[in-house]
């Protein structure tokens, strides 16, 4: 299992490359980079301002006769600016070189984990990233463990009694959490429990209150979690119903296997058979499933909560990223994301090997 683990943590350097490399040469060929985001700003500032000394008659004239005419270039927002002033931009940039070598330079930072510098923030991504990943941690990770602590043993006891009462009614339960995605949730909780309409009893921003750093400690967790309540049960309601559903079918799937059937004819209890073989076989599928769910959780599934409850996460982070086309947050969000997401599928291997070590992903290698 050692040599097992080796070659995974060996491996991993090779897809963070690949997955880099793939998204750099996308982003290559993708119209709208950050320099003709500058310019439409410069143009569109332009215009306003010919618009306000004209008395509107500079708008309708356009783009040409605010920055003046001039030949075309490549960019459709550079026409009429001085093409020293654009060869400037793209050194400002880093675009004066060709795409392999920023490629090479930027595999050679990421190694020491230098991730450039934001060019709309003017600050380092690595600082950027360090200050919004406590914000998508916290709902991330629990998020994920409400809903593995809410869908197992739901899902256990959906499998036990299907077809029962019970079976039905909390059926109703995970349609709509199947239908209703989380952000209506998060927008229905507002509308109750956060002033939105009736009741007040939640803030509506932020992850702390502004005057968290003055108080004890006990008053500090409070306050953290009174801020988590709204995000994280947002999330929740969102996104137990997949898992639940699953665990209920892979408990269903081993309960009609053979060696149930002979475990009970020797005599054992339900409850050993259920919790002594059934469980550990059927959370197999589970346990795979959970670096998905955190990663998802962490990051996009969090995207719009974050928005909605002006939580500032990676999420967010990486939105704003690509919209405002800042190459160095896109890649270095990437990065982080692929790195967390690889480590935590050798993990679940790991987790797997624990649950039942009969599974030896080295001896299955070898």
């Known amino acids: 299992m050692h040599a ?3 070659r995974r943590l060996a ?11 793939i998204n750099f040469a996308v982003v290559q060929i993708a119209p709208g980079g950050p320099v003709e985001q500058l310019l439409a700003q410069l143009r569109d500032t332009a215009v306003a301002a010919t618009a306000r000394i004209g008395g509107g008659e500079g708008a309708e004239a ?13 960019y459709r927002g550079a026409q009429g600016l001085d093409p020293a002033f654009i060869a400037e931009l793209n050194r400002q940039f880093g675009f004066d070189r060709p795409a392999h070598v920023r490629f090479g330079l930027m595999v050679r930072d990421y190694l020491t984990f230098d991730l450039g510098t934001s ?29 593995y602590v809410i869908s197992i043993p739901l899902g256990v006891a959906k499998a036990v009694r299907d077809g029962s009462r019970f079976d039905v009614l909390s059926s109703a339960a995970v349609i709509v959490g199947y239908a209703i995605p989380a952000f ?3 927008i ?5 429990f956060a002033g939105g309409r009736y009741l007040d009893w939640f803030p509506l921003r932020g992850l702390v209150s502004d005057d968290w750093a003055d108080l004890s ?9 009174w801020h988590l309540t709204l995000p994280v049960t947002a999330m929740v309601i969102g996104g137990f119903a997949s898992l639940t559903m699953l665990t209920k079918n892979a408990f269903l799937d081993e309960i009609n296997k053979q060696y149930v059937v002979t475990a009970r004819a020797k005599g054992l209890s339900e409850r050993r058979v259920l919790y002594g073989h059934v469980f550990r076989n059927a959370m197999l599928l589970v346990i795979a499933g959970f670096p998905a769910t955190l990663v998802g959780m962490l990051f996009t599934g969090s995207l719009l909560i974050e928005v909605i409850f002006s939580l500032d996460g990676l999420g967010l982070l990486g939105f704003e990223a690509v919209i405002n086309r800042d190459y160095p947050v896109m890649f270095g969000t990437l990065y982080i ?3 967390i997401g690889l480590l935590l599928n050798l993990i679940s291997d790991l987790t797997y090997h624990w649950v039942d070590p009969r599974i030896d992903f080295g001896k299955r290698e070898g």
């Open 4 to 6: 097992y683990i080796l």
């Open 184 to 186: 209506l949730f998060a």
């Open 217 to 225: 400690w006990p008053a500090r967790i409070l306050d953290y979690f």
């Open 62 to 74: 356009g783009p040409g006769a605010a920055l003046g005419a001039g030949d075309a270039s490549a």
């Open 119 to 147: 060019y709309f923030r003017d600050r380092a991504v690595l600082d950027l990233v360090l200050e919004k990943l406590p914000v998508s941690i916290s709902l991330g990770v629990w998020s994920t463990l409400l809903i």
């Open 337 to 339: 994301f692929s790195l």
């Open 11 to 21: 491996l991993i350097p090779l897809t963070l490359l690949g997955i880099i490399a």
């Open 188 to 192: 229905l909780l507002i509308v109750v």
